[in-house]
């Protein structure tokens, strides 16, 4: 059983830094893409970033570029999500989520286990 946990959300102001993780059970991360998404209220989930540990590749969304750093460490089964100068837009619920295999897709499809999410809020 797949098992996704994410930490590290919280309120920081316009301009700070958080760093997010993802642990994992009941799966490899060395064998999957991970995807992390985010959910504003009453907006569809946004794939921002995605790594893909054993092959050695990441991706980020346009709002993520030169901000945000997806990390991995495959000894602890864990992904990060480095966000810095936040802005107020980057308010949303965060989580993480796992593709069958080790292919990233920048379209979001195929990324079928999730974790349930931890709240980010940048004040402005």
């Known amino acids: 059983q797949v098992q996704l946990v994410e930490s590290g959300g919280g309120l920081v102001q316009a301009g700070g830094s958080l760093k997010l993780s993802c642990a994992a059970s009941?799966?490899?991360?060395?064998?999957?893409?991970v995807g992390w998404f985010r959910q504003a209220p009453e907006k569809n989930p946004e794939l921002i970033a995605a790594?893909?540990?054993?092959?050695?590749?990441?991706w980020y969304a346009e709002p993520a570029k030169g901000r945000f750093t997806v990390s991995g460490d495959n000894a602890k089964n864990t992904v990060y999500l480095q966000m810095s100068s936040l802005k107020p837009e980057d308010t949303a619920v965060y989580f993480c989520?796992?593709?069958?295999?080790?292919?990233?897709?920048?379209?979001?499809?195929?990324?079928?286990?999730r974790g349930q999410g931890t709240q980010v809020t940048v004040s402005s």
């Open positions: 989520a796992v593709r069958q295999n080790t292919r990233i897709r920048i379209n979001g499809e195929g990324y079928n286990d």
């Open positions: 009941g799966v490899s991360f060395s064998d999957r893409a």
């Open positions: 790594i893909s540990l054993g092959v050695g590749t990441s």
